[in-house]
RNA sequence: GUCUCGGUAGCUCAGCUGGAUAGAGCAACGGCCUUCUAAGCCGUAGGUCCUGGGUUCGAAUCCCAGCCGGGAUACCA
C-alpha cells in the first residue's frame, strides 16, 4: 500500500480521535513537500480547523502527533503555517526503491484475459498528398496514446481508416492524366506520395488560372467556380469512379499504389503501425441502410427533395444532413457506417478518435446519432481531439504549398543531428551503421518530444526558421541522460562491482537519493494519469523532471567512485531504476533510448 | 448570431480536481571539463498569470461579464 493510502486512511482516523467527527477521505488534500521545507508530503489544515476549532497551527500539531504516534513510517512533522510537513522515514523510501528496482515492468500494467478493449483510430489519411507536419502530431500522438492505453492494462487495437476516394484523389488523378502521363515513381524518382501531391497542388494552380479567366470573360465568381475544365473533369472522373469504370478504377488503383508506398516509408520513418486498416472505398456505402432504419423508425426525418435530416435541437445543435436529394451519402453517414462496422469486427469497449479538434462538432453529432439509433456505443465514443500546429503565417494549406512536409523535416533533422553527433565526436569508434542508427535515433527524439511534450489540446507553434532544439526540455537530452546511466553502468560491470539489488535497510540515504526515490514512485501515478486524461504530455514532463533531477544529482554526488561500498550500491541501483524508468516512459511516447550518445 | 477551445517571462510551453515566495527550456549575460559523457551543471536578469467583478481563510486555478485570437456551425471528407 502506498504511504498516500495509508495516510489518508489514518488522517481519517485521527479527525475522529482529536474531534469526535467523521469525515470523508476525499477532504484529505495532500501535495509533495515544496523543496524549500522539510519533509516529504505535506497536509493542508484549513479544512479540518472547522472541527477542531482551534487555530491552523495547534490543529496542525495535534494530527501531527497522532501521525508520529500511529504510522511507522512517519518520523517526524513540522508545521508552518497551516501545513502540516510530514518526514517520512528513509527506510520505507529504500523499500520503495527495492520494489521499483525488481521489477522489469516498474509502472507499466499489463493486459490480462478480462482486459478491455479500447480501439485507436489514428494518422486517417488522404491519398492525394504525402503526409506534414499535422499529420506527424496526429500519428504521434495516436502511437503513444495506444502505448499508455497498454500501459494501463487495456488491450489495444490500433487502426487506420485510409481516406482513398472521393473529389480530392480525383482532383491529382486529373491533373496526372492531362499534364503528366509519363511520370510514374519509378523513371522521376520522386517517392509516389509526393509525386501525386505534385499533381494535387498542380491541379490547384490550372484550376485557379481558368477560374481568373472565366471572370474574366464575364462569368460570375461562382459560376466559374463551377464550371472550370478542370473542375468538370475531375467531377466526371469521379462519377466514372462510382459507376466502377475500369479505365478510372485503374487509374485510381495504380495512383492510390504509388502514395501507399510512400506512405509506408513516412510510417516506418516515424515508428508508428496499425493493426488494422479501412479503406474508404470499401466501408462508404455502409452507413446508408443505418440510416433508412432511422427513417423507419422515426428518428429521423425526410424532406420534399427525398434528402434525409437528423433534428438535433433538441440537443442544442442544429439540423444534420444525412443523405443528399440524390440518396448519396455524407461524410457523417460513413462515420455512422464505420462505427458500426468496427463494433461487428471487434469486441470493442471504447474507441478513440484521434482526429483535430476542427472536428469537435462533427463527433459530438456523430455520438448523438449513433445513441438515437440505438447503437449502446454511441455514448462511450471519445473524441481525441488535438489542436493545430500552426506555422508563424498560421494554418499549413497543402493546395497552397505551405507545408512542413513530414519527410523533409525527419531528414532535415538527421541531418542536424549527424552533424552535431560529429562534432561532438560522440560515436567515435561506432561503425557507420550504428552511427547513423543511433543519430536518427536522436533527430527522431527530438522530433517527437518535441511534439507531445505540449498539451494534446492546444494549438502549438512550429517555426521552421528556428530548429527544433537538442538541448534543454527535449528529447536528446532525456536520451542523453539516459546514455550517461548506462555508461556508469558499464563501467561498474568492467570493474567487476556487482550490484545488490535489495537496499537494507538503515543504508544512509542522503536528501538528494531520498527525493530522487521519491520522483521514481511517481512514475506509475504519471502513467496512469496520463491513461485517465488521454495526455502523453504528462508522461514527457514527468520523465523530464525525473531526468533534471537525475543530472542534478550527478554533478553534486558521486556513484561509481563513492568510497562508502553501502551507499555507492544505493546510488548504483537508484540510477539503474531512473534509466530503466527513463527507457520505459519515452517507449510510452514512441522513443527510443541509446546505450551511447 | 450560436457553440467551443485558448490568452502565464522577449519566444515556446509547464502549473489549472483552489493552498506556502507562479516554474522550465530557448534567446541574453557570467561561471564550471587533469574526477563516473559539458547534448550537462551552477548563477544573473526577465511576470498587471488578458481585463473587471464574485465565491473563499486562501484564486493563475472555480463562477459571471467583457476584450483579443483559433476552430466549428445542415448536403467537402
Not at 556 to 566: R, T, V
Amino acid at each position: 500500500m502506498s504511504i498516500e493510502l495509508i495516510l489518508r486512511h489514518q488522517i481519517v482516523q485521527a479527525i475522529e480521535t482529536c474531534y469526535d467527527q467523521k469525515i470523508d477521505q476525499t477532504l484529505v488534500q495532500f501535495q509533495i513537500t515544496r523543496k524549500e521545507f522539510e519533509g516529504d508530503l505535506t497536509l493542508v489544515v484549513f479544512p479540518f480547523v472547522r472541527m477542531s476549532k482551534k487555530s491552523p497551527e495547534q490543529t496542525a500539531i495535534e494530527i501531527g502527533n497522532y501521525l508520529q504516534q500511529n504510522v511507522a513510517e512517519v518520523e517526524k512533522y513540522n508545521v508552518v503555517k497551516g501545513f502540516l510537513n510530514l518526514v517520512i522515514t528513509a527506510d520505507y523510501w529504500i523499500s520503495v526503491l527495492n520494489s521499483a528496482s525488481s521489477v522489469s515492468d516498474f509502472g507499466i500494467t499489463k493486459p490480462g484475459e478480462s482486459s478491455k478493449l479500447v480501439m485507436v483510430e489514428y494518422s486517417s489519411p488522404n491519398t492525394n498528398k504525402p503526409l506534414h507536419l499535422g499529420h506527424i502530431r496526429n500519428n504521434l500522438l495516436g502511437f503513444s496514446l495506444s502505448e499508455i492505453m497498454k500501459a494501463n492494462g487495456y488491450k489495444v487495437v490500433k487502426t487506420n481508416i485510409v481516406n482513398d476516394r472521393g473529389i480530392h484523389i480525383c482532383k491529382s488523378m486529373y491533373a496526372w492524366k492531362m499534364w503528366g502521363k509519363d511520370q510514374t515513381p519509378e523513371n522521376t524518382g520522386i517517392k509516389g506520395d509526393h509525386l501525386v501531391g505534385n499533381f494535387y497542388v498542380r491541379f490547384d494552380q490550372e484550376y485557379k488560372k481558368e477560374i481568373a479567366q472565366l471572370i474574366e470573360q464575364g462569368e460570375t465568381k461562382e459560376n466559374a467556380e463551377q464550371n472550370a475544365p478542370s473542375m468538370l473533369g475531375a467531377r466526371e472522373m469521379l462519377l466514372k469512379w462510382e459507376a466502377k469504370d475500369p479505365e478510372t478504377v485503374e487509374l485510381w488503383k495504380t495512383m492510390n499504389k504509388w502514395v501507399y508506398k510512400g506512405f509506408d516509408v513516412t510510417y516506418k520513418a516515424l515508428g508508428v503501425d496499425f493493426d488494422k486498416i479501412y479503406y474508404e472505398s470499401e466501408t462508404y456505402l455502409y452507413g446508408k441502410d443505418e440510416v433508412l432504419r432511422g427513417l423507419d423508425e422515426g428518428v429521423f426525418y425526410q424532406k420534399e427533395d427525398s434528402s434525409v435530416w437528423a433534428d438535433l435541437t433538441a440537443e442544442g445543435l442544429d439540423q444534420k444532413i444525412l443523405l443528399r436529394s440524390d440518396g448519396t451519402s455524407v461524410y457523417m453517414t460513413q462515420d455512422i457506417g464505420t462505427a458500426k462496422e468496427r463494433f461487428q469486427d471487434y469486441r470493442i469497449n471504447k474507441m478513440i478518435y484521434v482526429v483535430g479538434n476542427e472536428q469537435n462538432y462533427h463527433f459530438q453529432v456523430l455520438s448523438i446519432l449513433l445513441d438515437k439509433l440505438g447503437f449502446e456505443f454511441g455514448k462511450g465514443l471519445h473524441h481525441f481531439s488535438y489542436g493545430m500546429v500552426e506555422l508563424p503565417q498560421g494554418k499549413m494549406k497543402s493546395r497552397e504549398g505551405t507545408v512542413v512536409d513530414a519527410d523533409d523535416l525527419m531528414a532535415e533533422m538527421v541531418e542536424v543531428s549527424r552533424k552535431t553527433s560529429e562534432e561532438l565526436g560522440k560515436l567515435e569508434g561506432y561503425t557507420p551503421e550504428q552511427a547513423a542508427e543511433t543519430y536518427t535515433m536522436i533527430a527522431l527524439g527530438a522530433l517527437k518530444y518535441f511534439m507531445l511534450k505540449v498539451d494534446p489540446k492546444k494549438n502549438m507553434l512550429f517555426n521552421p526558421e528556428e530548429s527544433i532544439d537538442f538541448n534543454g526540455n527535449t528529447g536528446p537530452f532525456i536520451q542523453y541522460t539516459y546514455a550517461r546511466i548506462r555508461s556508469v553502468l558499464r563501467k561498474a560491470d568492467e570493474r567487476g562491482i556487482q550490484l545488490n539489488h535489495q537496499i537494507e535497510a538503515g543504508t544512509p540515504a542522503g536528501i538528494k537519493e531520498l527525493h530522487l526515490i521519491k520522483l521514481i514512485s511517481q512514475f506509475p501515478v504519471a502513467v496512469k494519469e496520463a491513461g485517465d486524461s488521454y495526455s502523453p504530455a504528462l508522461v514527457a514532463n514527468y520523465i523530464y523532471e525525473l531526468v533534471k533531477e537525475f543530472n542534478q544529482f550527478y554533478h553534486e554526488c558521486p556513484i561509481l567512485i563513492e568510497e562508502n561500498n553501502e551507499i555507492r550500491n544505493l546510488r548504483l541501483v537508484m540510477a539503474e531504476t531512473i534509466g530503466k524508468t527513463i527507457k520505459t516512459g519515452m517507449k510510452l511516447l514512441g522513443i527510443d533510448v541509446p546505450e551511447r550518445m
